[in-house]
């Protein structure tokens, strides 16, 4: 049926130095249809829609839209939008200070003149033909978050398009705002409108979704409808590992845990600022475990709110028994505990500080205000650490952002070693980085482990996770929902927990 | 090339040094006794150095020892404070009141000087707040007391503006009897030498870029960011307050109106021709006074040319726009490429820099 079509992409490539982002993607939309993009970090899901809606040109490939055999050339995301692609982004990129019938209506159509009665009208119309509770002379920063987003999409829609692409649009909506929101989407499917959704929930496309594209490492997996596509097999594509494989797949490097009653550190209803649910915690001396789960399943909120980095609203912390209390990073560092942040570009280097600079800062910060390193004793530590991880740089004093993505690891590692701590958090440290530094890596942390420093480990590979963690804490949807030890730490285990009662559903 | 020589020519104080030596050669040439140094007496009978080299430093020194602390705000706000000769008029009027209100002698006038840098340090902190508290873009923040800076020194001065005379205020302006150098320059090279050792002996410098650079990536690093910047703007609140004095003792009097006019533009360029980027992040104290004494230089030559007080700003513009066209990162990777054609032996070396990914 060619005339059902909405967009069709065949054969989409798009390499990056260094990187094939994308390899002979295909991806047919249908009218009236909402299709889930689905696929882990890096999957390649983020630049299909970049090539999509011209932010980045394709290598090679073909896109089609409207079912017509014609190749439309989409050069830039204005090109996208007048044929008929829109995109709502994750953070909603209207005006707030302007009226919502403002913000429909900005930089469209006619330049010179402004009739502003018929904007209000026809905004009004629009509102309700979507039914979205907002007026048309209401400013946009007045209304809640969901109905930022749908008016939104209302401005997206209303600008005749075909297909709407919604980049992980629930991520910050509470469950009462995801229903409406979806209740606006079956409205424009109906309408016939296809509807790329793109999110972490699975929750969600088992809710709302027709039908579900899988990508891995840049290529297709898969198209599938979402009747024919249990949870359990949907992560078992998105990971890369068929199920049957996995039963011997079994842990390699477990460490038992070390004969300490008293855990190096401990948290009971621990909660922050970032919106997880109160958790509890624990790891003792020598241990390595893992926070494990899809990725915003709240993994990385969790061992920001056992650092301070977000703000703990509840819960107590006990640091080798005794009671502590973490306000800021600080305060941890000051117990003994290190982190190595998710994000390296946003939280972790100092890009145009040198290279030494940024390994001391850790240590400098707990050395004191008024107690500087000489010159000469930060040679000597970073030397040392330069040495000891094998960071290539061309000096101590060169800026670390000109160093490659692993050898900046190293040196946020580098930074975190230098104050020797008790306890390291250790997120995605691995991410983005060539293989052989990847297995550098878990040596070390392994090694560290030996010597009797905790390690807390997040990765996206579970593979690694598996050879490095002796416990795995699985996360769902910001929530523990389970811990595998010794023999149950398989990755048919964890997709099982991960999907949760699915499992016996599907 | 000698090893210092090339560290030079990477560092950022090329330009302004390069402005500053052609300007020099510049006077040279015009007229070659422009720097020469006369040995005069003055009205009160002391044996002083004059000459132009003596009043370029002179009466650069308020911006020489604001620029310090622009610098160090520029750094880790990534704005400029805009409010600094607003202050200052209020930090210079708490300075007359109190010397007005006691018979003068250096006790009090101590007392006055803490005094102002009280009350430039609380402005300084009230700046610091909006700014890194409350979020508030540094430009408007500081704009409330750029507006209400001066009408405050005029309700502190009771409406009026007060003369000071006094033997002792003078010394402070002028000169010590006995040392031949204007005791303002005396001043910056000590506040200078101060702010050196409190970088050298303290992690001011290594927070504050951190703190401008990734300001996340710092505070997870157990730095205080909030902290780095009320700190940054107290202590532009402390050369304010030199400079507020150095400006008052100058005249012996305070006018509100006058004191320091339009100095923060001139101040925020010289931390600008010093290199540093007024984006924050690294920066160079050496750099923008440097810059502060460009600026005067400038205006001094073009005096020494004629060029009428009215117009003299228009001219200052042009040079302006030239050092900092120069020193902008479009100009600067030209250069580079240009400077990587002429010397393509020593390529490998710049290529050995390149661990890019």
Redesign the interface.
């Known amino acids: 049926m060619p005339n059902d079509i909405a967009l069709s992409m065949r054969n989409i490539s798009k390499s990056f130095p260094?990187v094939r982002a994308l390899h002979n993607v295909d991806f047919t939309l249908y009218k009236g249809e909402i299709h889930a993009l689905m696929g882990e970090n890096g999957a390649g899901k983020s630049t299909l829609i970049k090539v999509l809606t011209g932010v980045h040109p394709k290598d090679s490939g073909q896109i089609t839209i409207d079912g017509s055999t014609k190749e439309v050339n989409i050069k830039s995301p204005q090109d996208a939008q007048n044929s008929g692609i829109s995109t709502v982004y994750q953070e909603i990129t209207l005006c707030p200070n302007l009226t919502v019938a403002e913000n429909m209506y900005i930089g469209r159509g006619n330049y010179q003149f402004v009739h502003w009665k018929k904007m209000r009208e026809q905004t009004t119309e629009l509102l309700e033909k979507l039914s979205i509770p907002a007026r048309a002379t209401q400013q946009l920063a007045t209304c809640s978050l969901a109905v930022q987003q749908m008016v939104a999409i209302a401005r997206a829609v209303d600008m005749d398009c075909k297909v709407l692409i919604l980049d992980e649009p629930t991520s910050s909506l509470d469950e009462r705002e995801v229903e409406k929101l979806f209740s606006l989407m079956r409205e424009l499917k109906s309408r016939g409108v296809g509807i790329i959704f793109i999110t972490h929930f699975l929750e969600q496309v088992y809710e709302v979704c027709d039908r579900i594209t899988v990508l891995r490492n840049g290529e297709l997996v898969g198209a599938y409808d979402v009747k024919d596509l249990p949870r359990v097999q949907l992560i078992s594509k998105m990971m890369g590992k068929e199920l049957d494989d996995i039963s011997h797949m079994h842990n390699t490097g477990t460490q038992a845990a070390r004969a300490n009653s008293v855990p190096v550190f401990e948290a009971i209803g621990l909660s922050s600022t970032a919106a997880t649910k109160a958790f509890d915690f624990k790891i003792d001396q020598g241990e390595v475990n893992g926070f494990t789960g899809l990725l915003g399943s709240g993994r990385s909120e969790c061992v920001r709110a056992i650092?301070g980095?977000d703000k703990a609203t509840g819960g107590k912390v006990f640091v080798n028994g005794k009671p502590a209390k973490i306000a800021?990073?600080?305060d941890a560092?000051k117990l003994g505990i290190g982190?190595l942040?998710e994000d390296r570009k946003?939280?972790?280097?100092?890009?145009?500080?040198s290279v030494r600079?940024n390994i001391i800062?850790?240590l400098?910060?707990?050395r004191?205000?008024?107690r500087?390193f000489s010159r000469a004793e930060a040679e000597k530590f970073t030397d040392e650490y330069i040495k000891l991880l094998g960071i290539?740089?061309?000096s101590t004093d060169?800026p670390i952002r000109?160093?490659?993505?692993?050898?900046q690891q190293k040196a946020i590692l580098a930074?975190w070693l230098l104050t020797k701590p008790q306890y390291l958090i250790l997120d995605e440290p691995t991410r983005g980085i060539d293989v052989g530094t990847k297995v550098e890596i878990q040596k070390l942390v392994l090694k560290l482990a030996e010597e009797g420093v905790s390690v807390t480990f997040i990765s996206s590979e579970i593979e690694e996770m598996l050879r490095t963690c002796s416990r795995l804490i699985v996360m769902r949807d910001r929530e523990i929902i389970g811990e595998l030890t010794q023999n149950d730490m398989t990755q048919a285990k964890i997709m099982r927990t991960i999907a949760g009662e699915a499992a016996q559903n599907g | 090339m000698a090893n210092w020589l090339k560290k030079l020519m990477r560092s950022q104080l090329v330009i302004p040094l390069f402005a500053l030596l052609l300007l020099i050669i510049f006077n040279l040439i015009r007229d070659v006794g422009f720097f020469s140094l006369n040995i005069t007496t003055n009205n009160d009978g002391n044996t002083v150095l004059s000459g132009n080299i003596i009043s370029i430093l002179n009466s650069a020194s308020e911006l020489a020892v604001l620029s310090i602390g622009m610098t160090l705000v520029t750094a880790s706000s990534k704005g400029q404070d805009i409010s600094v000769g607003a202050v200052a008029a209020i930090a210079g009027s708490v300075f007359v009141r109190v010397l007005k209100e006691h018979t003068i002698n250096w006790p009090i006038i101590l007392l006055g000087f803490i005094c102002a840098c009280l009350a430039a340090i609380l402005c300084g902190a009230f700046n610091g707040t909006l700014v890194s508290v409350f979020k508030i873009q540094p430009m408007i923040a500081t704009l409330i007391l750029l507006t209400a800076g001066r009408p405050i020194a005029y309700w502190i001065n009771g409406g009026a503006t007060p003369t000071v005379e006094s033997p002792l205020l003078s010394k402070i302006g002028s000169f010590i009897p006995g040392i031949p150098i204007p005791t303002p320059i005396i001043i910056v090279v000590v506040f200078a030498i101060l702010v050196s050792l409190v970088l050298r002996f303290t992690n001011l410098g290594l927070y504050t870029q951190a703190v401008g650079i990734n300001e996340k990536s710092a505070r997870l690093n157990g730095i205080n960011a909030i902290g780095m910047k009320m700190l940054s703007f107290m202590m532009l609140g402390i050369c304010v307050a030199i400079a507020g004095c150095i400006g008052v003792s100058r005249m012996g009097l305070i006018n509100h109106e006058t004191l320091l006019l339009d100095i923060e533009m001139d101040a925020i360029l010289a931390v600008a021709i010093g290199g540093n980027a007024l984006s924050g992040g690294k920066f160079s104290i050496a750099g923008s006074v440097i810059g502060a004494y460009i600026i005067q230089a400038l205006t001094i030559t073009l005096y020494a040319m004629k060029v009428p007080s009215t117009a003299v700003k228009a001219y200052k513009a042009i040079v302006i726009i030239a050092i900092v066209v120069l020193g902008s990162p479009v100009v600067q990777s030209y250069l580079l490429k240009l400077r990587g054609r002429l010397f393509q032996k020593s390529n490998k070396e710049a290529g050995a820099q390149a661990y890019g990914d």
């Open positions: 260094g650092f980095a800021k990073p600080k560092m982190y942040p946003q939280d972790g280097i100092v890009d145009d500080l600079e800062l850790a400098q910060v707990l004191g205000f008024f500087p290539k740089t061309a060169t000109s160093l490659s993505g692993g050898n930074r």
